[in-house]
Nanobody, 129 residues
Framework: EVQLQASGGGLVQAGGSLRLSCAASGFTFSDHAIGWFRQAAGKEREGVSCMSFSDGSTYYAESVKGRFTISSDNAGNTVYLQMNSLKPEDTAVYYC??????????????????????WGEGTQVTVSS
C-alpha cells in the first residue's frame, strides 16, 4: 500500500522557518520523484519543489528559489522541505505527492498538477505578517 504522510506545518511569523516532512512507503523510490505542492485558499494547487530519486535532481518554483530546500534522508524514505524566510504569501496547505519523474516535472510546470500518482494529506502552513 502506498503511503505519503506530510507533517511539520504550523503557524510562524514572517521571516521564520519551518521544515515539512513527507514519509513515503509502498513504492519503488528509484522509479519515482516526490514533489511538494501547495494550495492557498481560493487559488489553484501549484508545484513548489520536487526531487527525483532516479538521479537526485531537484526543482524549485521561482517563488521559493533561494528560500526553500528539498532533501531526503539516507534511506530515501522521508523527503523534507526546509522553508526559510517565510512570507505571508507562502500560507497554504502543503501536500507531498509521488509519480514518475516526467509526470512530476509536468505537474511542477502546471501542466497536470493532479496527474501525480499518489498524494498525501496536506499540512497547513500559516505565515503571519
Amino acid at each position: 500500500e502506498v503511503q505519503l504522510q506530510a507533517s511539520g506545518g504550523g503557524l510562524v511569523q514572517a521571516g521564520g522557518s519551518l521544515r515539512l516532512s513527507c514519509a513515503a512507503s509502498g513504492f519503488t523510490f528509484s522509479d519515482h520523484a516526490i514533489g511538494w505542492f501547495r494550495q492557498a485558499a481560493g487559488k489553484e494547487r501549484e508545484g513548489v519543489s520536487c526531487m527525483s530519486f532516479s538521479d537526485g535532481s531537484t526543482y524549485y518554483a521561482e517563488s521559493v528559489k533561494g528560500r526553500f530546500t528539498i532533501s531526503s534522508d539516507n534511506a530515501g524514505n522521508t523527503v523534507y522541505l526546509q522553508m526559510n524566510s517565510l512570507k505571508p504569501e507562502d500560507t497554504a496547505v502543503y501536500y507531498c505527492a509521488a509519480a514518475d519523474p516526467i509526470t512530476t516535472a509536468q505537474a511542477m510546470a502546471g501542466t497536470d498538477v493532479y496527474g501525480m500518482d499518489y498524494w498525501g494529506e496536506g499540512t497547513q502552513v500559516t505565515v503571519s505578517s
